[in-house]
């Protein structure tokens, strides 16, 4: 090499060693990334929206006002006291958290194509930051569940300060499945029209609309490997307490807890294993 050239310095890409190969110190590297993609996200979802963020204004309170009217009104469905706005609102918050979530996760990699295959990253980012965008939409619905808190004079106690943990819970479980769907999106691409379908049945099958009470042990832990059971009935318990008859977090919110680090895990190995081939596939 000629005299005063500068010397070029090669870099070696090589894949995370171990079976999760997560790093959280280049995650920590890449903040910056997490957070730009993240407010493209929430920027891109309303920036041609007619109503703007007042959507996620209007859709806890049309969801409420109907399903009042249907399920209350009309179909009689008892909640065991509580007023059924609230009863509602208390659940419907951390599934359309866990649900948006989802939904948005499983498409990320395919929607971020031409990112992937020019420059290097974490692609776990892709996944996370479309999780935490749904953040924007909780928050407003969130303040909502308060407002509506404060009109049927439901007490605010400590018990709410669950909600915190119980909200991280939401996002792992969205995670944990997000990470299946998008690296499998990538190669499948009709799975983004098979998760909206997934998601629909599995809001049946969690006790948002209606209370659902299984009557045998069996049963109880069968509907408990639902991991949002166990955060839609401890939400319930921090905004309602005990008089109501919602249990304290138990073993049911343990159980749920269990299926999505089992969940996360298995989502983590076989996303780092198919990272590889996200840029010649996707």
């Known amino acids: 090499m000629a005299e005063g050239s500068k010397a070029q310095q090669i870099v070696t890409l090589k894949p995370s060693k171990g079976w999760l190969g997560l790093d959280l110190a280049e995650l920590w590297r890449y903040r910056e990334l997490i957070y ?38 009309g179909l009689k ?81 400590l018990n709410f300060l669950w909600i915190l943990p119980l909200t991280l819970v939401a996002m792992l479980a969205a995670l944990a499945v997000g990470l299946w769907f998008s690296a499998l999106n990538v190669q499948y691409r009709d799975v983004q029209h098979m998760v909206p379908f997934i998601a629909q049945i599995w809001f049946y099958l969690t006790p948002v609309l209606y209370p659902i009470n299984p009557t045998s042990p069996l049963g109880t832990t069968l509907y408990n490997l639902n991991p949002m059971v166990g955060v839609v009935n401890v939400f319930r318990w921090a905004i309602f307490g005990e008089s109501y008859g919602y ?28 990272e590889k081939t996200f840029a010649d596939v996707v």
Do not use: C
């Not at 920036?47 to 409420?64: D, E, F, M």
């Not at 304290?248 to 983590?268: E, N, R, Y």
């Open 77 to 157: 469905v008892q909640t065991g006291g509580p007023p059924y706005p609230i009863f509602m609102l208390a659940a419907w918050l951390p599934w359309h958290l866990f649900s948006n979530a989802l939904t948005r996760s499983s498409t990320s990699l395919v929607q971020n194509a031409n990112l992937i295959t020019k420059v290097y990253f974490p692609r776990i980012i892709i996944p996370l930051s479309s999780i935490l965008s749904a953040m924007v939409d909780f928050g407003i619905s969130l303040l909502i569940l308060l407002g509506a808190m404060v009109f049927y004079k439901v007490p605010l106690t």
């Open 247 to 274: 249990q304290p977090p138990s073993s049911g919110l343990l159980i749920s807890l269990g299926v999505v680090l089992a969940l996360l895990v298995g989502g983590l190995v076989y996303f780092r294993r198919m």
């Open 36 to 73: 730009f993609l993240t407010w493209r996200d929430i920027k891109v979802r309303y920036k041609q929206a007619v109503l703007g963020i007042a959507w996620a204004v209007l859709q806890p309170l049309v969801t409420a006002l109907v399903t009042t009217f249907i399920f209350e009104r």
